[in-house]
């Protein structure tokens, strides 16, 4: 079975891609390199042991993207493919609003013209905005806090509006919570350009000594030790979910949304503590200000995906370092 991975030598999209191909599916990425190497599709093959299709094309290049489907008449689509800094989505709001909304459409036309019915999509528990209480469970309130967080939610509003029109069109929303770690080979991992926004990549230079000290962003939350509360998934669990998503696609299942995290929140202070001791030595850090926009905890409730496709994050905090640190040294 074959499968079209949009965004597939991504972070998320490149371990997925091994995942699929382990699970013995065949795989097709589309992706136009704005934010990864064609280089990982090596990676993937040297993982594996089996090269994916690859197309250098943009989603936005309608007339590209319909003949890729034509020809490759994937059974199902995965779509990763999507810009996801928040800051840089506040700034220039309409490359966001471009490229994630108007390439889902395209992708999504691309599949009815050519008779492709499942679709997977990347949410995020960004749709949460600002919970009113954790663990946040899938039926709770969506909202925006950010233009990146609003092309998510307008992207799962047009899936259930599409849903609604077509119900033989089988649905996957899977909201991911922070994915953090890289493959255990550390041939594939996440490495962000310039300085690195989220917590884990900033710590990984803070260890290499390409920045000089972790700045903790408030320590004022109400939270355990006053630190921000985030539930970090290795993302090697992550791309196992979306085997799992797509198996229940396969039972024609109509529109399914889940959470995928591991049900763990740990604090700022706490993944200093656990990356200090894998390291074996302290990590430098100072507590500042608040990062403006920034909520007290956010952590999924996992039992949907555990009852519904069996879901269940095998990997530790201790894990997700181990390997994270491994791709770091080796990059
Ligand atoms: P990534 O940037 O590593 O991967 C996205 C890929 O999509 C890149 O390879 C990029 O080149 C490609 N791409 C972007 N726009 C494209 C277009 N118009 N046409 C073709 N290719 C295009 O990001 P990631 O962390 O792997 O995230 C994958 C998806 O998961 C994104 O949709 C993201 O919003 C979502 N997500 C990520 C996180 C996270 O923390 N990493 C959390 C929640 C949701
Ligand atoms: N933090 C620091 N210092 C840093 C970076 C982060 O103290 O240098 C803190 C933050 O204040 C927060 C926690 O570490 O408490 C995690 O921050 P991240 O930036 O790594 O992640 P967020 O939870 O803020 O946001 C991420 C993505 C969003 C996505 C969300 C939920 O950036 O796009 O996860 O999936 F919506």
Known sequence: MKILVTGGTGYIGSHTAVSLIENGYGVVIVDNLSNSKESVVDKIREITGVKPVFYNADLLDKETLGAIV????????????????????????????????????????????????DFVFSSSATVYGKPASVPIRED?????????????????????????ADNTMNIAVLRY???????????IGENPNGIPNNLVPYMMQVAAEKLDFLRVFGDDYGTKDGTGVRDYIHVTDLAEGHVLALKKLEKK??????????????????????FSSVLGRDLPYKIVERRPGDIDECYADTALAEREIGFKAKKSLRDMFEDGWNFQLKN
């Open 140 to 164: 709770f309130p969506l909202s925006a806090t950010n233009p990146y967080g609003a092309t998510k939610l307008m992207i799962e509003g047009i899936l259930r509006d599409v849903h609604a």
């Open 177 to 187: 919570f922070n994915p953090v770690g890289a493959h255990k080979s550390g041939l």
């Open 70 to 117: 034509k020809r490759e008449k994937p059974q199902s689509v995965i779509h990763f493919a999507g810009l996801k800094a928040v800051g840089e989505s506040v700034a220039v709001p309409l490359k966001y609003y471009g490229n994630n909304v108007v390439g889902t459409i395209n992708l999504l036309e691309a599949m009815a013209e050519n008779g492709v019915g």
């Open 253 to 274: 299942p109509g529109m399914v949304v889940y959470n995928l995290g591991t049900g763990i929140g740990y604090s700022v202070l706490e993944m200093i503590g656990t």
